[in-house]
């Protein structure tokens, strides 16, 4: 079959049903804009939730009296650690800076000496920051002959995992519903506007035509249809990406891939769409 042909009766069905064609662009359009909202719903969830673990620290003390070698092999070990993302030392007069810079006491008035350990401040990958890891992670490095004592803030991380669980479970159904729900919109949007045309179908089976000769021009004006929802939800998306940085959250992410995700759902869509449609009007 000539591919030519095929596209120029595909974009003439488009002009033969101008307002059916503009209805579906529009359903597609809006059906694309809401997947892609909730596609940046999740994807924000998730930013959101590495750039929190990324603050919860590991507060290793050492023991007191270990020696500045040590400390370096010890340093290096943990650094070498593909769960760990950043280990920062904490020297005793650096402790007690913080300690008299965050209560505001200076505790050479009280005390002579320095009564303040030195530590670690370890940040995990968020990777690896579940409850469970963690408490891993923190039995090890317990055993370490330099190490005193390992802190962390337990029920904080326990709360954030526990909850982010449950926000991502409810976003991926919603997703999966949505996902659903739109499909069948469109289905049904494709499936009106064929079945305006379907004496056009039986007159060409009348005549002879081949079910691919027959289907092929309304599986270009699907993907057509798609392309054109796809270029509209991603003009949407942009617009509404914009005014939520403007307006509630300027740190609003936006995957490279939206775009090009949001085109290729909609010619898929539009694709199967009619290729479904088109069928019920076929014998086999």
């Not at 595909?10 to 359009?29: C, E, F, H, Q, T």
């Not at 620290?57 to 020696?67: A, K, M, S, T």
């Not at 070698?69 to 904490?90: C, F």
């Not at 002579?112 to 530590?119: R, W």
């Given at each position: 079959m ?45 930013d ?5 673990y990324?603050?919860v ?11 500045a ?23 005793r ?29 370890i940040?995990l ?50 997703a ?15 499936r ?54 403007d307006?509630?959250f ?26 479904i ?8």
């Open positions: 000539n591919i030519l042909f095929t596209l120029k009766e595909g974009m003439i069905n488009l002009k033969r049903a101008r307002l059916s064609a503009v209805v579906s662009i529009l359903s597609i359009s809006l059906a694309l804009s809401l997947i892609g909202i909730s596609l940046l719903a999740g994807e924000n969830l998730r959101i939730f590495d750039r929190v990324q603050q620290e590991i507060e290793v003390f050492l023991q007191p009296g270990v020696n070698g040590k400390i370096k092999q010890l340093r290096k070990k943990l650094a070498r650690d593909t769960r760990v993302t950043k280990v920062i030392y904490i020297s007069e650096k402790a007690l800076e913080e300690f008299q810079k965050n209560f505001g006491e200076d505790l050479s008035t009280i005390i002579e000496e320095n009564p303040l350990p030195a530590s670690f401040r940040i990958d968020p990777a690896n920051a579940s409850p469970k890891l963690i408490e891993k992670f923190v039995a090890q490095i317990s055993q370490y002959p330099e190490v005193q004592e390992v802190l962390y803030q337990k029920e904080i991380i326990n709360f954030l995992h526990k909850y982010f669980r449950i926000a991502a479970i409810a976003a991926s159904l919603f999966l519903l949505l996902f659903v729900v739109i499909t069948i919109l469109i289905f049904n949007t494709i009106l506007t064929i079945h305006s045309r379907r004496d056009i179908i039986q007159i060409m089976r009348l005549v002879g035509a081949t079910n691919w000769f027959i289907k092929s021009p309304f599986l270009i004006e699907g993907m057509i249809q798609g392309i054109a929802g796809g270029i509209i939800a991603s003009g949407i998306l942009y617009l509404f990406t914009n005014l939520v940085r307006i509630i300027p740190r609003l992410l936006v995957p490279d891939y939206m775009n090009w995700f949001l085109l290729g759902i909609g010619i898929f869509l539009g694709w199967i769409g009619s290729y449609s088109v069928n019920r009007y076929l014998d086999y």
